[in-house]
């Protein structure tokens, strides 16, 4: 292949007419200088054979020089020579000298590895018959152009066949015409690019844009550039996305300062005009008014680019939303001044358990400082109360689920001990390896000795201190099994107080409360070791008398405690009360055998004592059975009362104590007896119970207390909640929750607005299966209340397996506030108890405004009690409410 350079090569010619040149200069001026002189001919003769010497010496020297000059520029010309034979052949693209009819007269290493052949092989081969073009006659058309100096060189796409295997390589192609030239003929130069390799560079190029892109907008960014010299700017679809703009892209004339807050236009404005003059980077946050009227935060990073004059050309840089960093910021804030806040003590440390960070109720929990507790464990708090397995059953918890809860006793600084309730858990980072532990504390002393006083009024009565009528009961079972089993006599005795209502009326029962708890005293006092006590109502009281030989030790005990029942009670006044006590006796196994009949014996013997002047013991005896056809006969008539449509239900509202507001109603049932008039429910509920009319009586109760409430809403009364007790054996007998079903369904009230009262003892009992009742009645939608709270229930831990929403505060609890300390004291413990629970608290039997302030103060929800309303018919009520609606 020819290779033209820069070093130009000296023709033949051109030294002939360099030489002819100097000849005749030479032959003209030697001339004229002779005709100037005026020598002899001799010394003229001489002179001219000096100047032919001269002559041939000069010319020999240029002769010289020009060969030298010739031979250092054709060496020149070589090394030129070789050096670009290498760079052609090297060259990353195909190169080819191509005949005017398509052989191929020389082709470099590039395009001999392109084809997968060498050149040898290639000079065999026809140019269009190997490189070949997507449309021949195009192609044709332009190498003819070319061929007709049209054009100087024609671009095009062609295919390469490989001859080896036939693999397709696209090219583009390049072809320049070079005519002949000398010895060398008329031939095309051919370069070939490989469009592979365009398209990879293309590609990569694509890729690396794309990842900066994705680079800039996973970093929640956009990118804007600015051409300073046209006064345009361009942004990423992130920004528009950014800015919540709805549209394709932004308008021709979009200009982000002009989305800029007052407060900062001038401070970006000034900053920009600095990065520009100076070069230093533009770095602002600034708040910029959003497509939907908001304002956000923004920070915005940007260079200036030079052009080749050194002047600003262009302005480019990111936006970012800041928005999500400051919302965290403002979360973090909050989340610090909310800890700093809490209640509870919080503590976080690292993983070996040195305390990094504290808040200020760790301080007032465990009376140490900051600077006292940082870099220390938690051992300094160490009580010393559990042992090595309690601590590795706790860090084994932590390991297993990442957290830990319970109660733990722990030291504070001045020394004591206490117990708080403690959670921690594990902090992981995004690889899940533990790098804090967060431990969160309060103190439940208060809450324990609550917890603990209600769990003693669970099984003992709250005035007296002696076992409740469940507890007493379930220790009276105990011992006739024991009693059964050894072959032994027992007896139960019954005490009723004499006269006690009187002591009550006389001076009130705030002073009868203390004679009571006086009595109970000294009636403990006088028993024997391993007999039983405990209350059974408001003024009766019940023995378990033990390990007997015969009926005579049963009364002999029986005067006993008659006797420690008369002594005088004396006031701090001065003044005495003396109260009396009439004692029923039923013999283990004589007069019953079962823990229940031997409670009913001594109860009926309590009144043939009272008939033989009170003050008096007596057994049970058969003719006392006359009480039972009493109670037979009463069932018959309350039989007739049901079937004959003499019940009727009154209704008692219940106030809202926050509102003042009629928020519902408890439906209570009346015997509108021909002849009697209005029975109370004390009178026949209990023989509807033994002799299981509670069963169709509940029913009727539940039936009409629901179209009663349908019927107010139907009347256009606001939504009220209608209340209904539910007795013990109703609960435990009938199929209470399908009876409810179908009262709802036929009359249409809603499940929500009825609220079913269920007494602690019925829950007590059969608990398993008291809870599934329970949760099938919550699947109806109504609400469930426990009546009567705090007479009995026998353990608050099972209290809270049941799905109740509203704990009733029993009337005896009530009746003595604000003289009692005690009531007091138990009243709020409840309504704590029930709020913690997620419970709603109603007071029951509100009789004065001193008891619904002190309930008021203590975050009751609502009341009921003559305070507010007796029990009234259901006109009388919806009377009463229309009035509150008028009001």
Known sequence: MRITGCIPKLAPWWGVVLYLVFGVAWVFVGDALLAQWSGTPEQIAHFQTWKGWLYVCVTSAMAGWLLGRMRKVERQRSAVARELAQIVHHAPVGMARVAIDGRILWANGCLCR??????????????RDV???????????QIERLLAGEIDHYLGARQCHRPSDGRIVHVLNTVTFVPAEGDEPAHLDCVLQDMGEIQAARTALERSETRLRLAVEGSGGGMWDRDLLRARTVFSPSVARMLHYKGDDFARDFRLRERLHPDDSERVRLAVRYALASGEPFVEKARLRCFDGDYRWFMARGVRHLNEAGQPERFSGILTDLTRERQIDERQRLASTVMDHMSEGVIVTDTHNRILSMNASVTRLLGYSED??????PRVFKSERHDRAFYEAMWESMKRTGRWQGEIWNRRKNGEVFPEHMSMSVVRDAAGTATHYVCMFTDISDEKAQHQRLEFLAHNDALTGLSNRLWFCGQLEDAVVQARASGERMAVLHLNLDRFKDVNDSYGHAIGDQVLKDIARRVQAAMRPGDLLGRMAGDELAVVVRHLRHADGAATVARQLIAAVAEPWRSPDGFEVVAGASVGICMFPDHAATAQTLLQGAHAAVYGAKALGRGAWCFYTEEMTQSARDRLTLESRLRLALAHGHMVLHYQPQ????TGRIVGAEALVRWN?????????????????????????GEWIIGEACRQGQRWREEGLPALTVAVNVSPRQFQLTDLVGCTASALQETGFPAAMLELE??????AEREDEAR???????DLGLRLAVDDFGTGYSSLAQLKRFPIDVLKIDQGFIRDIPHSADDMAISAAIIAMGHSMGLKVLAEGVETAEQLAFLRERGCDSFQGYHCSRPVPAAAFAALVRAQQAG
Request: no cysteine.
């Open 655 to 658: 106030i809202d104590i926050a």
């Open 131 to 141: 490189v070949r073009a997507a449309d021949p006659d195009h192609a044709t058309q």
């Open 758 to 763: 269920i007494t602690e003892s019925a829950l």
């Open 372 to 377: 006292e507790l940082l870099g220390k464990t």
């Open 673 to 697: 007896d021909p002849e009697e008039g209005l029975i109370a429910p004390g009178r026949f509920i209990p023989v509807a119970e033994v002799s299981g009319i509670i069963g169709p009586l």
């Open 114 to 127: 392109m084809l997968g052949e060498d050149l040898q092989a290639l000079q065999a081969l026809n140019f």
């Open 772 to 778: 599934q009742t329970m949760r099938r009645l919550r």
